[in-house]
């Protein structure tokens, strides 16, 4: 998405809007709609950027040791009070970006949050009805929608609930990791969906001794076993939920992670940042 839009920002002369978007109706942007209102990007060779804000988009800078993208639960440290961020209760919010702003004395009076990812870099700004994030509260649960609300109903309201748990924070400030169950859920000869596992993909069980063509009593069965049944969807989610599993996926999703990373590992702090979610 960001490589489209630079091209297209390439292509064609962005202009700030008449009247800027401070005067007229809000203005919320996520990830590269944050990156956007700065003067430019050095994306893609360098693309121009709407020039509400101050400064240039850079790559993180890899030389530092750290993986780029940043990908995963990050803080977010608010530098003043906004509506936007006055529900979030010290909760962690997901990133997933190679570039970044970076906060100085220019472009001060628009940040409102910084996050660090080996240097402390611009994860929410706003100024007038004009606000973005660098984070993705679309893709943070229950602690990016009451980002969302407050964007759109402002701070909460006395004996208003916190969305979602209440989860204490847990491990370090910075970024997180996550535990992310993943069940390889397929449908058994019977038609039953069932949680299996098998070597290189073999998700049967052996054949018993003397089964398939030629076996005990002529059967003309497949040598095959049946399909490997470690126990039923619904009911393992619900198990690794309650073991503090952050997220739970399953079907080919997990599959096809599997064979792309075979030996990878998720980890995560004692406790998580937001409730669990499900995706079957």
Sequence with gaps: M?????????????????PPPQAGRPFLGICL??????DGSDENGGVPGLGFIPGRVARFDARAGLPVPHIGWNDVSPVRESALLSRLDGRRLYYVHSFRAVPDDANGE???????????FVAAVGKGGVVATQFHPEKSGDAGLDVLRGFLEGPRTAGEKRGGDALPRAGPPGLARRVIACLDVR??????????KGDQYD?????????????????????RGDVRNLGKPVEL???????????????????????????????TPPTHPTTPRSHF
Excluded at 110 to 120: I, N, R
Excluded at 246 to 251: I, L, P, S
């Design 2 to 18: 960001r490589a489209r839009a630079a091209r297209r920002a390439r292509s064609f002369s962005l202009r700030p809007p008449s």
């Design 110 to 120: 628009w940040v409102l949050a910084t996050s660090t990812y080996g240097a402390p």
């Design 237 to 267: 989610a619900t198990a690794y939920a309650r073991a503090g599993a952050d997220e739970v996926r399953g079907g080919g999703e997990c599959r096809a992670a599997r064979r792309a990373s075979p030996h990878a590992r998720l980890t």
């Design 33 to 38: 709609g944050l990156q956007l209102l700065f």
């Design 203 to 223: 998700v049967r069980e052996a054949a018993p001794p003397g089964a398939g063509a030629g076996g005990a009593g002529g059967s003309s069965a497949s040598p």
């Design 187 to 196: 449908a058994n000869d019977a038609g039953d969906l069932v949680v299996t």
